[in-house]
């Protein structure tokens, strides 16, 4: 009867570990998509609570997300530039922070529009 028991009470460690540990595995894996008009292919990432956000990769993709190109980082005040090596109005750029859900956006560049704010979302 007591090996029984602790046969129980390890088998509920072992399982409440397990999905422990896959739930914070989970986090940032999750891929937010979305779409914005920009003056450039410069701005500022900020976090939910509109902190800017230090070290996010930024780079450049082809349309579908596929091949990179141009890569760089924010900067400490959460600004980046990407130099551009593609032509045409519509750009897609994929933001990227280990424990951020992956942000990916498709900006089409108008001289009207606002810089881009880049807001990114805690894992789930």
Same mark, same amino acid.
């Given at each position: 009867m007591l090996h029984m028991r602790r046969f129980r009470v390890s088998l509920g460690i072992i399982w409440c570990c397990l999905w422990m540990g896959t739930d914070a595995l989970s986090q940032g894996n999750e891929t937010v998509d979305r779409a914005q008009r920009a003056n450039s292919l410069s701005g500022i990432v900020v976090d939910m609570a509109g902190a800017?956000? *230090?070290? $996010?990769?930024? *780079?450049?993709?082809?349309?579908?997300?596929?091949?990179?190109?141009?890569?760089?980082?924010?900067?400490?005040?959460?600004?980046? #530039?990407?130099?551009?090596?593609?032509?045409?109005?519509?750009?897609?750029?994929?933001?990227?922070?280990?424990?951020?859900?992956?942000?990916?956006? #498709?900006? #089409?560049? &108008?001289?009207? &529009?606002?810089?881009? #704010?880049?807001?990114? $979302?805690?894992?789930?």
């Open positions: 800017p956000v *230090a070290g $996010v990769a930024v *780079a450049e993709c082809s349309a579908g997300f596929k091949d990179c190109v141009a890569r760089a980082r924010s900067g400490k005040d959460g600004h980046f #530039t990407i130099q551009s090596k593609r032509k045409g109005r519509v750009h897609y750029l994929r933001f990227d922070l280990p424990g951020m859900d992956e942000e990916r956006e #498709t900006i #089409t560049l &108008s001289r009207f &529009s606002k810089m881009l #704010t880049i807001r990114l $979302v805690v894992g789930t």
